[in-house]
C-alpha cells in the first residue's frame, strides 16, 4: 500500500486535528446510531492516545468512537477516494455518512477504505471510527489471559507484555483520492554490480490493464530513465546507475524515483520514491551492508512520550535521531510493533538502520489450539502488511517477526522434546518462511529470550538474543552475568555458526540514584551492565551488533517491578535527559556532537 502523496494528480487531505470522542463501554454505540452522530462527545486529539488525554480514560481499553466532518473537494468528483488510518489501536471499523466502509485488526499498520461512493459532494460528509484495545488471548499481542507473567508480578492493565497498552488512533488518517486508474503499488529492490546500482522495479496498476508507463530516476548525472510496458496491470523494469553512491550510515544518499503510468499519451498517475540503492546480506557469521561487515550500535526503543502515549511525535522523531548521531548509534530495532511511516522515512534520509519488527509479542504455546491458530492468522497476515508496508524502505535491513516467543512458560529453559517446542517450531517457521517469501532481500529473524529451543534459533538469518544476566538473574552481580553471557554465546555460535546480535540486555536504572560500589538501580551500576556486555561481544567477531535495552525509559501497566509505572532500563529519560550510561556509550560508540 503505497504511503498517499500529495502531487499534481494525487490529492492528499490530513484529517489530524481535534475529533470528537466518546467512550463506549456498553458496546451500544452502533446499535444507536453513533455512526451518523455521538450523542455526548468531548473533544480528543488525533493522532495521539487517549490513555492520557482525560484522567478517566487512562486504563480504559474497550471500545470508543471517534467522529469527525469534512468537506471533500468537488474537484475530486469522478476519482476514486480511500480513507486511510495510520494505527488504529486495536481493531477499528469505519463508517462514512452512516455507511460501514471497513474494519481492520491489529493496531500498528495502516489500512485504507474505499469511500468513493458514500462521500457527500454538496456538503460535509461525517467520518465516524470506533476503535477497541481489548486484551483479548486471540489478538497478537495476547492480552494476559491467555499467558505472560502470572501471579505477583502480573500488572494492571494485565498485558502479556512490558509497555503500555496504549490505544486510539496513533497516526494520521488521510483522505487521498487517485484517478480512477492509479497506481496501486511499487516494489523496489537493490543490487549493485561492479559499483553499479541495480534498480528492479514493478509496478502493479489498479486495474488488470495493458499500456504504457515511465520510469525516471534522478541520478546526479542527469536523469535515468526506462519504459514499463503494462501487461495484466503488471510492469517491470530495470534502471542501472553507474557509479552509484551506495545508500548507508555513512552517506544516506536518496535517489527520488517517479514511476508514471501513461493512458492515451498523457500520465495518467504519478507516484514518487526516494530510493536508497544498497545491499544486506548475511555471509557466513557476518552482516554486510554493501558488502562490507557492518556492525549495529543502538537500542531497542518504543513510541512512547509523556501525554502523545503512542501518538506520533515528530519533533519527539527528530529529537531521538539526533541523540542516536549524538551517542554514536547507527541503528534500532521497531520494539514491539512496527512504528510509525514518518519513523522509517527520517531513517531512511538519515541512515540509521533498522530492524523491523511485527507485533508477534508474548506468544506462549501450551495455549488452547484455536487461540494459537488465531494469532497465527492474524500474525501472518501482520507480516503481510509489514512487508507491502516498508519493502521499499532502505532503512529496513531485516524483519523481525516475533520477540520473546516462549514454549511453555515464560523464562523456562525448554526441552526439545516439549510438545509446545514443536508447536512453537512449526508457528515460527510459518511465520520467518511467509516474511522470506515475500522479500527475499532481508535477513529474518526472531528476538529470543532466555532458554529459546535452539531448533527456534536456527530459523533466524541473524540470532538475536535478549539477555538479562547480571539483572532478572545473577541480581547485583554484574560480573558473574557477563561470564554466564561470555559463556553462552560461544556455544551458541558454536552450535549454530550464524552472526549474533545482542538485541536487549540493560538495568533498570533511576536517574539521579548514584552508589560506590554499584548497586542495582543505580547508574553506576548501569554502566558498569553496559560495560561488561560491550566487552564480551568486543571479544568476539560474530557478535555483529549491540542493541541496548532501551533507549528511554518507557510507561508500563503498573505492577510491583514497575515503579512509576515505568520502566527504567533507559539510557535516557522518559523526557530524553541523558543518564550516566548515555555518556558512557557515547565515549564506547564514538558519537557525535549534539544534534
Ligand atoms: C524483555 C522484553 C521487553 C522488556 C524487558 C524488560 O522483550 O519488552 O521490557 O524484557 O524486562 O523480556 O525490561
Redesign the pocket.
Known amino acids: 500500500m503505497l504511503y498517499p502523496q500529495q502531487n499534481r494528480i494525487r490529492q492528499a487531505l490530513d484529517l489530524s486535528g481535534f475529533w470528537q470522542f466518546q467512550l463506549d463501554p456498553e458496546g451500544v454505540g452502533e446499535a444507536e446510531g453513533w455512526a451518523r452522530g455521538l450523542p455526548a462527545p468531548r473533544t480528543i486529539a488525533v493522532p495521539g492516545s487517549w490513555n492520557e488525554q482525560f484522567a478517566d480514560t487512562r486504563d480504559y481499553l474497550d471500545a470508543a468512537w471517534y467522529a469527525t466532518v469534512v468537506e471533500a473537494p468537488p474537484s475530486w468528483r469522478g476519482q476514486r477516494v480511500f480513507l486511510r488510518v495510520g494505527s488504529a489501536n486495536y481493531a477499528a471499523a469505519v463508517w462514512v455518512n452512516g455507511a460501514p466502509v471497513g474494519a481492520h485488526e491489529g493496531g500498528h499498520l495502516p489500512f485504507a477504505c474505499d469511500v468513493t461512493e458514500h462521500l457527500s459532494w454538496d456538503g460535509p460528509t461525517s467520518i465516524a471510527i470506533r476503535v477497541d484495545n481489548t486484551l483479548l488471548p486471540s489478538r497478537v499481542p495476547p492480552g494476559a489471559a491467555g499467558g505472560g507473567a502470572a501471579g505477583f508480578l502480573r500488572g494492571y492493565p494485565a498485558t502479556t ?3 503500555f497498552p496504549y490505544a486510539g488512533l496513533h497516526r494520521p488518517v488521510i483522505l487521498y483520492a487517485v484517478p480512477p486508474l492509479h497506481l496501486a503499488d511499487v516494489t523496489v529492490t537493490t543490487t549493485v554490480e561492479d559499483g553499479t546500482g541495480v534498480v528492479r522495479v514493478t509496478a502493479r496498476a489498479s486495474e488488470p490493464w495493458a499500456g504504457a508507463g515511465a520510469l525516471t530516476l534522478a541520478a546526479e548525472t542527469g536523469p535515468i530513465t526506462a519504459a514499463l510496458a503494462f501487461a495484466d496491470g503488471r510492469a517491470e523494469a530495470t534502471l542501472r546507475v553507474p557509479g552509484a553512491r551506495l545508500w548507508g550510515p555513512g552517506d544516506p544518499h536518496l535517489y527520488p524515483l517517479t514511476v508514471a503510468l501513461h493512458d492515451d499519451g498523457r500520465v495518467a498517475d504519478t507516484y514518487t520514491l526516494e530510493v536508497g540503492i544498497r545491499t544486506v546480506e548475511v555471509r557466513g557469521d557476518r552482516l554486510l551492508l554493501n558488502g562490507e561487515p557492518i556492525f549495529l550500535k543502538g537500542f ?1 526503543k518504543h513510541e512512547d512520550f509523556p501525554v502523545n502515549g503512542r501518538g506520533l511525535n515528530l519533533p519527539l522523531l527528530v529529537k531521538d535521531n539526533a541523540l542516536l548521531k549524538w551517542i554514536g548509534a547507527n541503528s534500532y530495532r521497531t ?2 510493533y512496527p512504528y510509525a511511516e514518518e519513523a522509517l522515512r527520517l531513517a531512511d534520509r538519515e541512515g540509521i538502520l533498522i530492524i523491523d519488527e511485527t507485533p508477534a ?1 508474548g506468544l506462549g504455546f501450551a495455549d488452547d489450539e484455536g487461540l494459537i491458530r488465531q494469532r497465527r492468522e492474524q500474525c501472518l497476515r501482520q507480516i503481510d502488511e509489514l512487508v507491502a508496508r516498508d519493502k521499499n524502505h532502505p532503512c529496513v535491513i531485516g524483519w523481525c517477526v516475533a ?2 516467543p516462549f514454549p511453555a512458560a ?2 523456562q529453559p525448554a526441552n526439545e522434546d516439549d510438545p509446545a517446542v514443536k508447536i512453537g517450531l512449526d508457528f515460527l517457521d510459518a511465520l520467518a518462511a511467509r516474511a522470506r517469501a515475500l522479500d527475499p532481500t532481508r535477513p529474518v529473524t526472531i ?1 529470543a ?1 532466555h532458554g529459546t529451543p535452539l531448533s527456534w534459533l536456527r530459523l533466524c538469518d541473524i540470532v538475536c538474543l ?1 539477555r ?1 544476566y547480571g ?2 538473574t545473577q541480581a547485583g552481580q554484574p560480573a558473574a552475568g557477563t561470564a554466564v553471557l561470555a559463556r553462552e554465546l560461544d556455544d551458541v555460535h558454536a552450535a549454530l555458526g550464524k552472526p549474533l546480535a545482542l538485541t ?1 540486555f ?1 538495568a ?1 536504572t533511576i536517574a539521579g540514584h548514584h552508589s560506590i560500589p554499584p548497586e542495582m538501580f543505580s547508574e553506576e551500576y548501569q554502566v558498569e551492565f553496559l560495560r561488561g556486555y560491550l566487552d564480551v561481544a568486543a571479544a568476539r567477531p560474530f557478535v555483529v551488533g549491540l542493541h541496548v ?2 533507549f528511554a525509559d ?1 510507561k ?1 501497566a503498573q505492577g510491583i ?1 514497575r515503579p512509576g509505572g515505568l ?1 527504567q ?1 533507559g539510557v535516557f529519560t522518559r523526557d530524553r535527559r541523558p543518564k550516566m550510561a548515555a555518556h558512557f556509550l557515547r565515549e564506547r560508540w564514538g558519537g557525535g556532537a549534539p544534534g
Request: hydrophobic share 35%; charged share 20%; no cysteine.
Open positions: 507484555f512490558d509497555f531497542g520494539s514491539h509479542v520477540n520473546e515464560f523464562g528476538s529470550l535478549n538479562y539483572w532478572y536487549e540493560g533498570d535495552w532501551n518507557f508500563t517491578i520502566n532500563k
